[in-house]
């Protein structure tokens, strides 16, 4: 280890210590990103999902709209709900569009079961906490924030005036769009999900050639995680608006699914390079820190760096040697447990890619076939990549 190296009190894995290295990976300070939010919580998803078009809910809201009513619908029948509950009707019926437009001409609100498939009580009056705090300013939509925050059950408001449709759940206000709005910012993700996935499979290749030379810097791996975590989020994203499209989002899921088929993910580059990598806990916690990055610091190869603890942290230029768990995943032959004797038996992709077949044969699980296979792969994998960066 050289005098570069970063002292740490942390074990580093065998097959990532480094150190400075005269190659440098462009730079990634030039590359726009844009504000990409993060997955909705489960509630609100959810509920979504249930709002969904060609679902009884959405029917029942879009012929309340048409009436030009309004409406305040309790998604949950609990304790909670009926603690802040008075008067009204008892229904137990089977939840219908047409039953929902109809108790919505009576005053009070309507609550139905968690799931809407039963409409238990209408025209109940909600006397939730007044000391909740609301940003709202029209009665209907005070109560309906304070009984979301309150019960900690889906409340959906319908204005009158304003022909709105607005989601409180898990603490978050959402109005809910069209379906044409929706429609067309999925085509714009799907649009920009194509560039990002050309561009992630460009930066894995120039990955597998800088390993393959044994020249990878922290800054090699801080953008391709970068760009594995720009593809994670779109694709979460256009999720969303596949759940909210219904029946009429068919074709963008299809599309999703096409791109996101076989795509890589965040976890074996971090088994090929984080301290302690074989610890799942360490995995978990890394993704997690990634996904938390706000778009500014993802822009940031040394915030990446530091939010994922790559060794070398801040320096750039600080060598890493990988493990070789990526490219070993590229040799279909072997299996996940093969793989890793592989790496623990050559401590480092340079010493596995020098490997003749007799200490390939060495280790438990490969013979001769699957020895030549593996030799073979990686002799492929080492040409196209060289070729693909060169070229």
């Known amino acids: 280890m050289s005098k570069r190296s970063r002292p740490s009190s942390r074990p580093w894995t065998r097959c990532s210590r480094g150190a400075r290295d005269p190659h440098r990976a462009p730079s990634i300070s030039h590359v726009r990103l844009v504000n990409v939010p993060t997955s909705r919580k489960n509630q609100l998803k959810k509920t979504l999902a249930l709002l969904a078009p060609g679902t009884q809910l959405r029917d029942g809201l879009d012929r309340i709209l048409q009436g030009r009513t309004g409406a305040l619908i309790v998604l949950g029948a609990g304790e909670a709900v009926t603690s802040i509950a008075s008067g009204g009707f008892v229904i137990n019926t089977e939840f219908s569009g047409t039953g929902l437009r109809e108790l919505a001409k009576m005053d009070g609100a309507i609550i139905c079961n968690k799931e809407v498939t039963t409409i238990h009580q209408a025209g109940v009056q909600l006397m939730p906490d007044p000391e909740i705090t609301t940003t709202e300013s029209g009665t209907r939509h005070r109560t309906a924030e304070r009984v979301a925050k309150q019960t900690g059950c889906p409340v959906i408001s319908v204005s009158k005036s304003m022909s709105v449709i607005t989601i409180y759940a898990d603490g978050q206000r959402y109005p809910l769009e069209n379906s044409q709005e929706i429609m067309a910012r999925a085509n714009q993700a799907i649009q920009t999900l194509e560039r990002y996935t050309v561009r992630l499979e460009q930066e894995l290749s120039n990955l597998s050639a800088l390993e393959i030379e044994s020249a990878v810097t922290v800054r090699n791996v801080a953008l391709t995680l970068q760009r594995l975590e720009l593809v994670r989020r779109i694709s979460e994203e256009i999720g969303d608006s596949v759940v909210e499209l219904g029946d009429q989002g068919r074709m963008v899921a299809m599309q999703l699914e096409e791109l996101v088929l076989n795509q890589p993910t965040t976890e074996l580059v971090f088994r090929d390079y984080l301290p302690d990598s074989a610890n799942p806990k360490v995995i978990r916690r890394a993704q997690k820190s990634l996904a938390e990055l706000s778009p500014v610091e993802l822009a940031d190869p040394v915030a990446v760096a530091r939010a994922v603890g790559l060794p070398g942290g801040a320096d750039l230029d600080y060598t890493l040697h990988p493990c070789g768990y990526r490219l070993l ?19 480092g992709l340079q010493t596995l890619m020098a490997a003749n077949l007799e200490d390939l044969r060495s280790v438990e699980g490969i013979g001769e076939y699957r020895a030549r296979s593996i030799r073979e792969s990686l002799a492929r994998m080492a040409e196209s990549s060289l070729l693909d960066r060169f070229m």
């Open 329 to 347: 995943n590229g040799v279909k032959s072997i299996p996940r447990s093969v793989a890793e004797r592989l790496v623990e038996r050559f401590n």
